[in-house]
């Protein structure tokens, strides 16, 4: 009964992160909302800029619990400039916790808030933030033949019209690779053989749509595109074998040691234009991100394992920048509840900000 009590509050470690992230949604929304009304009349870009501010505090109470809480070690390799810029993220795609890392990478530029994302076309029906996201400039996507490609276009010239900063976030395979799915990995592999592509073990073969029409689009307003690769240590299990990535859960509950995280920031001259030889460009990246990650997990010298090649640094978050974000917005709901009139504003903000928020994604994308 003891080990079981001790097993239970080791898997509760995430509970407090958790309600705090999701509590305070309501609080966020509540007040991106007044400043959306209030700001209905000035200028696109001056709405953006505080936007951006807002959003930069949420994520940098996110970013408290992901790094500062879990006391994670973030690894990187590669080049990471110092000053934001306009960029396109792309990565590989293996958990949920690849989301957070674009965060991670992004306030070391002092460029969190503006971070977006290209995301799968369900992903718009989450409670209050599927909303958010998209009024973010965020753009939802479906897969195949389904993509609207007029859509996204129109959506990025509107963010580049209001000189938005992009951040954009794209993971070009389109869903996660996970060892535990071997068909999807399988199904993949053919379709690369199939197409005359190298055959890639670690990564799932691109797709290019999305990254096309995001670079081509933008091409005169990106500074550069950023080729990241992530690696979680601890995700080989005791044969050898690749296990799955770390969840939110998992990440929260202090299972991943290190995140090891390369950058290979790119020109967009060194890019193609055509999609056929984009596409061929693509996959290539993925072919380099491939032996990155066979080297990350299968090195024959136990030595070179569990590291990248190359120099590395050890980056830690300070406190300053997560901390007065966590106070703030804890303290703000935390004064919401302790009054009925502050709780009942609360429910109907999860109840009524879920349903208008799915009502404006089904009309408008």
Same mark, same amino acid.
């Given at each position: 009964m003891l080990l079981s009590l001790v097993l239970h509050t080791y898997s509760m470690r995430y509970v407090l992160p958790a309600a705090v992230m999701m509590g305070t949604a309501p609080t966020y929304v509540l007040a991106w909302g007044a400043w959306r009304?209030?700001?209905?009349?000035?200028?696109?870009?001056?709405?953006?800029?505080?936007?951006?501010?807002?959003?930069?505090?949420?994520?940098?109470?996110?970013?408290?619990?992901?790094?500062?809480?879990?006391?994670?070690?973030?690894?990187?390799?590669?080049?990471?400039?110092?000053n934001k810029e306009n960029v396109i993220y792309l990565s590989n795609h293996q958990c949920t916790v690849d989301w957070i890392i674009a965060d991670m990478l992004a306030i070391r530029q002092n460029a969190l808030g503006h971070v977006r994302y290209v995301l799968k076309d369900g992903l718009k029906w989450l409670p209050l933030y599927g909303w958010y996201f998209s009024q973010h400039g965020g753009v939802y996507v479906k897969r195949s033949a389904?993509?609207?490609?007029?859509?996204?276009?129109?959506?990025?010239?509107? =963010?580049? +019209?209001?000189?938005?900063? #992009?951040?954009?976030?794209?993971?070009? !395979?389109?869903? $996660?690779?996970?060892?535990? *799915?071997?068909?999807v990995i399988a199904d993949s592999q053919s379709f690369a053989e199939k197409e005359g592509l190298a055959i890639l073990?670690?990564?799932?073969?691109?797709?290019?749509?999305?990254?096309?029409?995001?670079?081509?689009?933008?091409?005169?307003?990106?500074?550069?595109?950023?080729?990241?690769?992530?690696?979680?240590?601890?995700?080989?299990?005791?044969?050898? =074998?690749? +296990?799955?990535?770390?969840? #939110?859960?998992?990440?929260?509950?202090? !299972?991943?040691? $290190?995140?090891?995280?390369? *950058?290979?920031?790119?020109d967009l001259k060194d890019i193609p234009e055509e999609q056929m030889y984009m596409r061929r460009w693509l996959h290539e990246r993925f072919e380099i991100k491939d032996k990155l990650l066979i080297e990350f997990y299968d090195a024959k010298d136990s030595k070179r394992r569990n590291k990248f090649p190359g120099k590395s640094v050890h980056s830690k978050l300070s406190l300053k920048k997560t901390l007065p974000s966590l106070l703030f917005l804890g303290g703000l709901t935390a004064s919401m509840l302790l009054t009925e009139s502050g709780r009942k504003l609360y429910v109907k903000t999860?109840?009524?900000?879920?349903?208008?928020?799915?009502?404006?994604?089904?009309i408008k994308p």
């Open positions: 009304l209030l700001s209905a009349v000035l200028p696109a870009r001056f709405y953006r800029e505080v936007d951006d501010r807002l959003y930069t505090i949420y994520q940098s109470m996110v970013l408290f619990f992901f790094e500062n809480y879990t006391g994670v070690q973030v690894i990187i390799y590669g080049d990471l400039p110092k389904k993509f609207n490609e007029k859509e996204m276009r129109e959506k990025l010239r509107a =963010q580049m +019209k209001a000189e938005t900063p #992009m951040y954009l976030v794209i993971f070009p !395979e389109g869903t $996660r690779y996970n060892p535990e *799915i071997p068909k073990k670690h990564v799932l073969t691109p797709r290019v749509k999305a990254t096309h029409v995001a670079i081509d689009s933008m091409k005169d307003y990106l500074d550069a595109v950023y080729d990241v690769t992530v690696a979680y240590e601890g995700t080989v299990d005791h044969k050898g =074998q690749r +296990k799955l990535a770390p969840s #939110m859960t998992e990440f929260l509950c202090k !299972e991943c040691p $290190r995140v090891h995280i390369f *950058i290979d920031r790119i999860w109840i009524y900000g879920t349903l208008i928020g799915c009502l404006w994604v089904s």
